[in-house]
């Protein structure tokens, strides 16, 4: 199993910035896909940004803008940049992989997750 170590969550004031980072125990490889989930309180677990091995990125529509996805491949780490922090951007974030096998498969992988909390 691989381990996806998260890191820098806390608590920080509206309109402040948080850098996530995601460090895998293996190497991100092109097709490999590592994403950012959040689970605010109360509410399911939601999809935030992801980044493939590619270098190939996409964010969701809600934190467009603030919210930026990169990866480090040396490093096999991966940041979440959040700017302008609002109170509802308050979840435990998780860090996700999805790995393609050689054999075509899937390998799936998550983190602990880790707590940013945003006060107003």
């Known amino acids: 199993q691989v381990q996806l170590v998260e890191s820098g969550g806390g608590l920080v004031q509206a309109g402040g910035s948080v850098r996530l980072s995601c460090a895998a125990s293996?190497?991100?490889?092109?097709?490999?896909?590592v994403s950012w989930y959040r689970q605010p309180p109360g509410k399911q677990r939601e999809f935030v940004a992801s980044v493939a091995g590619s270098g190939k990125t996409n964010v969701t529509m809600s934190v467009k803008g603030r919210f930026s996805i990169s990866r480090d491949i040396v490093k096999s780490i991966v940041y979440l940049q959040m700017n302008s922090l609002k109170p509802e951007d308050t979840a435990v974030y998780y860090c996700?992989?999805?790995?393609?096998?050689?054999?075509?498969?899937?390998?799936?992988?998550w983190g602990q997750g880790i707590q940013v909390t945003v006060s107003s």
């Open positions: 293996r190497t991100i490889f092109f097709d490999d896909v």
């Open positions: 996700n992989a999805r790995w393609l096998e050689n054999n075509g498969d899937v390998d799936e992988d």
